[in-house]
């Protein structure tokens, strides 16, 4: 079964430090992956996808990740952060080869320090 | 374009009552999945519906059911509420399951309170 994992419930980062959010995934197959971002009071919104090929995804609002199939991990990355990326960050995972439904981790909760 | 619309914003029930949700997906998406979303457990997969069928469901008891109309609209209904059942409930749409350029679109969300 297709799991995944966001081992932070919270991660605090001062503005202009880069900041990474961990998510690592279990799948039998070939995974799409994906992060979303909720902001305080609104929706969840698409950040970005990885489907194959470069295994650096970029983003909205400067938001990148790294796909790294040895380590199963798809963390997500930003060079310098801004007060306004705090928000509860969630990774997901679709196992594309056994159409399988998108699973999300638990999420975690972003900080900016100013 | 409109955005997923979920309806009602709020209920509150009682236990052993039951509760119908519904989503409107954005216009032209045939794929509405359901969530519940709560402070510890994050985004819990409920089911997943494309063109009126059930394609995925969640490790949730029979009392969750749902359905998926000739329109694309969604409704999620929840039989004999528990208190455990009070949480956000999150209907996401996109244009087909699996498709290269998939991407969910959330609504807003039904937060349901069971006392």
């Known amino acids: 079964a297709q799991s995944v994992a966001q081992p932070e419930d919270q991660v605090n980062v001062a503005e202009g430090n880069p900041l990474t959010v961990k998510c690592t995934y279990s799948?039998?197959?070939?995974?799409?992956l994906f992060w979303y971002v909720q902001y305080p009071n609104r929706g969840l919104q698409f950040l970005l996808k990885?489907?194959?090929?470069?295994?650096l995804v970029k983003g909205s609002y400067g938001f990148e990740a790294e796909f790294n199939k040895s380590q199963t991990s798809f963390h997500l990355k930003k060079p310098s952060a801004l007060v306004s990326d705090s928000a509860l960050y969630f990774c997901?995972?679709?196992?594309?080869?056994?159409?399988?439904?998108?699973?999300f981790g638990k999420g975690t909760r972003l900080h900016i320090l100013p | 374009k409109a955005g997923v619309t979920q309806t009602p914003r709020y209920l509150i029930k009682t236990r052993g009552q039951q509760v119908t949700l519904s989503c409107s997906p954005i216009?032209?998406?045939?794929?509405v999945s359901w969530y519940q979303q709560t402070p510890g457990q994050g985004l819990q997969f409920l089911f997943e519906?494309?063109?009126?069928?059930?394609?995925n469901k969640g490790n949730f008891p029979g009392r969750f059911s749902g359905r998926q109309f000739s329109n694309s609209r969604s409704e999620m209904n929840v039989s004999t509420l528990e208190l455990g059942d009070s949480a956000l409930y999150l209907c996401?749409?996109?244009?087909?399951?699996?498709?290269?350029?998939?991407?969910?679109?959330f609504g807003s969300g039904t937060q349901l309170s069971v006392l």
């Open positions: 799948v039998s197959g070939n995974p799409y």
């Open positions: 996401a749409s996109s244009s087909a399951p699996g498709a290269l350029n998939e991407k969910l679109f």
């Open positions: 216009s032209g998406h045939r794929s």
């Open positions: 990885y489907i194959t090929g470069d295994n």
């Open positions: 519906y494309f063109s009126e069928t059930q394609r």
């Open positions: 997901a995972v679709r196992d594309i080869s056994r159409d399988d439904k998108i699973i």
